[in-house]
């Protein structure tokens, strides 16, 4: 278990610079009003856990930041770039921000080594030694530079979700995004995968999370935010949040979930 | 209750019936009145069956004989043989002229050459010995098949084919016997591995120029006697037609595919409709439309062959089934695999190429490979409209006067040479699947 996790909250990375600029954001899907008016600022080096009922919009939020969903009204600036129907930027965001899946995404007919320098090679145009000694490296920080050269489908779960993290990261990303990255391990495998966010996290990487393992979000959040049907109802600092929850469906989420 | 068992259990033979063939029959072939009395009667049924065919096909047999005559005088219960051996050379070549048939062999032969190292391990950039198959060889044949004058185009293609066969060729041996690739080896060789790239590169680049400028010297003295196509005929016929349809029904039926599927909605609607008016005609059809319609639409003084006009028809018919093979394959491919790729960059060309049509096509493998045989055996409908494919020329030998009325034994033997390239094609593509699932697991 890394110092953090042992001694409680993890001290802020946060600079001025601004990464990621939500104004007034709206989305719906068909005539479902998915995410209402959505402000948000993430800050570099800042941490940010969004937590909240299934269905309450937070994961289509991360997938509009990553322009995987696209937005009806408002702004969405990553990095300096409004996100839009220009392909050429969203090529560009996606270099920029990595993202991790709930469900892994792995390219099952890929080795290890090619999930992770497939991107490296082809769009940043590494050279392939280059590449790989990168990936050896990123492989190596989450702990399984042995499995090199196996298929995502003879890992565990666990492993995959590693396998994951360290393939977003090879494109040396500037923002970390995570869609429920807990959520369809087993209990066991949840750790390890949290250990290495957790690991991230003390690099100063600014990371955005979706997730309901409080007890990470206590560890490395800067910030927690509470959505429910489309709209951001509470944010606040770890302690505050999880200790006095103001909102009344604040309380019964936690009250469910802890 | 507790410890159930403190010593390990040790292991014991399996009973004889699991292991012994007598087992086996026992279990799968008499184990009860009814399956004995079907086991017996079947092996009787095969056994008439097999005797009658040896019988009339190998020991009452003909197999030298003038004409169908002394055949019979020979032996009225026997197959004869001697018509299709006597027909052998139009069967494979049809009437392509006796001197010349070399040129298909070697063009044939260069072929199998070229694509050998595809399948022999150790040998280093197998896409390209694909891609160089594929943009160079058909010109380098077509011309080795038909002769006659050799436009500047159809130079540099079979100059390009001469220079690249060599390279491969190259490539090959040094990588069975050094086990590296080909630039490797002669980098090495002159001492510039320490060189900057682009150093390198530049030079590999000067060696294939140089390559190709020789091989273009050397093509530019051949004066192959030009053959018309109407002496095309036979196997020979048969596999040009479906070997030039299989190799473009497949990239023309992913475009298609790419096409429907497509966000651009005049691509899509252009994309649908085609592949959904080929496919609602039957081959025929368009065959005899290719042949009367197509120059009709050409403009005047613009005429095409007709076996150009048939090998035309046969690719955008079967473009059009693969097109819907792999619009399959890609529905089957999860979304989570286009939004990981999206993450790490990639943009569509890169999706497709990389992650989503290698994925897809592995599924595809059974009914691409099926669809591929389908296209083989419906070359046969071109003798319809008057070539003289291997199924042409199989029945024209009942028209020869010497073997007049011999029907049976050029179709058997027809049906068996069918047989022998699907049979193989379905073997490989099984192959294929095994071995491009190995590591894999779901």
């Avoid at chain 2, 009658?52 to 019979?72: K, M, P, Q, S």
């Avoid at chain 2, 694909?130 to 100059?159: H, K």
């Avoid at chain 2, 003084?301 to 473009?319: D, H, P, S």
Wanted: charged content about 20%.
């Amino acid at each position: 278990m890394s110092d953090a996790q042992t001694n409680g909250q993890l001290a802020s990375a946060a600079s001025s610079e601004v990464m990621i600029d939500v104004n007034k954001m709206n989305k719906w899907y068909g005539s479902f009003h998915v995410l209402k008016d959505i402000d948000l600022v993430v800050h570099k080096g800042e941490r940010f856990v969004i937590c909240g009922p299934s269905g309450s919009g937070k994961s289509t939020l991360i997938r509009c930041i990553n322009a995987l969903e696209d937005h009806q009204e408002g702004d969405i600036i990553v990095d300096g770039i409004k996100l839009g129907k220009n392909l050429k930027n969203l090529d560009h965001i996606r270099t920029e921000v990595g993202m991790v899946f709930q469900n892994f995404n792995l390219f099952p007919h890929l080795t290890i080594l090619e999930n992770l320098t497939l991107g490296p090679i082809w769009v940043r145009k590494m050279p392939k030694a280059e590449a790989i000694e990168a990936a050896m490296m990123y492989l190596e920080r989450v702990k399984i530079p042995e499995q090199a050269d196996k298929y995502p489908g003879q890992m565990s779960g666990g492993q995959q979700q590693r396998v994951a993290i360290a393939r977003s990261l090879c494109m040396n990303p500037k923002i970390m995004l995570f869609d429920e990255p807990t959520s369809a391990l087993d209990p066991e495998m949840i750790k390890e995968v949290l250990d290495v966010m957790v690991e991230l996290a003390e690099t100063g990487m600014t990371m955005v999370v979706v997730t309901h393992e409080m007890g990470f979000a206590k560890t490395i959040a800067d910030e927690v935010i509470f959505m429910d049907e489309g709209d951001i109802v509470e944010r606040n600092n770890p302690t505050a949040f999880f200790d006095h929850p103001e909102h009344e469906r604040t309380q019964k989420f936690l009250s469910q979930i802890l | 209750m507790a410890i159930v068992n403190t010593n390990k259990t040790p292991d014991r033979a399996a009973p004889i019936s699991e292991t012994s063939m007598l087992g086996w029959l026992r279990r799968n072939m008499f184990s009860s009145v009814f399956n004995t009395l079907l086991t017996l009667s079947m092996a009787y049924i095969i056994y008439l069956s097999v005797k009658g065919i040896l019988v009339w096909g190998l020991f009452d047999a003909t197999f030298v004989a003038d004409n169908r005559r002394e055949c019979y005088d020979n032996s009225l219960t026997g197959a004869c043989w001697a018509g299709v051996i006597d027909w052998l050379d139009n069967i494979f070549y049809g009437r392509y002229p006796r001197d010349e048939i070399w040129r298909i062999n070697a063009g044939g032969l260069l072929l199998v050459l070229w694509m050998l190292p595809m399948w022999l391990p150790r040998v280093r950039g197998k896409v390209l010995i694909g891609a160089t198959v594929v943009v160079f060889y058909p010109f380098l044949a077509g011309y080795m098949f038909s002769g006659g004058e050799m436009g500047l185009f159809i130079q540099i293609m079979a100059s390009g084919a001469i220079a690249s066969f060599v390279i491969i060729v190259a490539n090959a041996l040094v990588g069975l016997t050094k086990d590296v690739g080909l630039d490797t080896f002669v980098l090495e060789a002159l001492g510039k591995t320490k060189a900057p790239d682009k150093t390198q590169r530049n030079l590999l680049i000067v060696l294939a120029v140089a390559l190709f400028v020789v091989a273009n010297l050397w093509v530019s003295t051949w004066a192959l006697e030009g053959v018309s196509w109407t002496k095309w005929g036979g196997l020979f016929l048969t596999l040009v037609i479906s070997g030039i349809g299989i190799a473009s029904s497949l990239p023309g039926g992913i475009l298609l595919a790419l096409g429907r599927r497509s966000e651009l909605p005049v691509v899509r609607v252009l994309s649908t409709g085609f592949i959904e008016v080929f496919r609602s005609v039957p081959l025929i059809t368009v065959l005899f439309m290719a042949t009367t319609m197509f120059p009709l639409f050409m403009p005047e003084g613009f005429v095409l062959n007709k076996l150009t006009q048939v090998i035309i028809a046969v690719i955008l018919f079967n473009a059009c089934y693969m097109a819907e093979i792999v619009r399959a394959g890609l529905q089957a491919i999860p979304k989570g695999q286009f939004e990981g790729a999206h993450t790490i960059g990639l943009g569509y060309w890169g999706t497709m190429g990389l992650i989503v049509m290698p994925q897809a096509l592995k599924h595809m493998i059974p009914n691409i490979v099926g669809n591929l045989i389908g296209l083989l055996k419906d070359t046969t409908l071109v003798s319809i409209i008057g070539l003289f494919d291997l199924l042409g020329m199989l029945r024209s030998i009942s028209k020869d006067v010497p073997w007049l009325g011999l029907h049976k034994e050029p179709l058997i033997f027809g049906a068996f040479l069918f047989f022998i390239i699907c049979f193989s094609m379905s073997k490989y593509s099984r192959h294929l699947e095994v071995k491009l699932s190995a590591g894999e697991k779901h």
